[in-house]
């Protein structure tokens, strides 16, 4: 049974940063690529936004465009962990942020579509203040 843990979301003011955690058992997590979406209040019911994904290597990264240069998303395989490193915070990036784990085996190009993501996790929220 595959299971994605989030942890790290929390209160945070404007400018401040986070770090998201989630933690992947039940698969070989080095074999899959991996994502980062949100859904903002009043949004739900509606496709999750994109907001970056890794590679199953590590090797490549994608991200929404409001999320370049400010978050970083990164992996350590040793730990079947994948990061989301949030800098610069705004109130817009108010959301529930969710992990999800690749449908295909080392996928060769980094998918944005949530279709193509199997595995989620139960979400974690993040509130920017002013």
């Known amino acids: 049974q595959v299971q994605l843990v989030e942890s790290g979301g929390g209160l945070v003011q404007a400018g401040g940063s986070l770090r998201l955690s989630c933690v992947v058992s039940?698969?070989?997590?080095?074999?899959?690529?991996m994502a980062w979406f949100r859904q903002a209040p009043g949004n739900e019911g509606k496709e999750r936004e994109f907001v970056a994904a890794i590679s199953w290597s590590g090797g490549v990264t994608r991200y929404e465009d409001s999320a370049k240069g400010r978050f970083t998303i990164s992996r350590d395989n040793a730990k079947n962990t994948v990061y989301l490193q949030m800098n610069s915070l705004k109130i817009g990036d108010t959301a529930v942020y969710y992990c999800?784990?690749?449908?295909?085996?080392?996928?060769?190009?980094?998918?944005?579509?949530?279709?193509?993501?199997?595995?989620w996790g139960q979400g974690t929220q993040v509130t920017v203040s002013s």
């Open positions: 039940g698969r070989t997590f080095s074999n899959y690529g």
């Open positions: 999800a784990g690749d449908s295909s085996l080392r996928r060769v190009v980094i998918t944005v579509s949530q279709d193509n993501y199997r595995y």
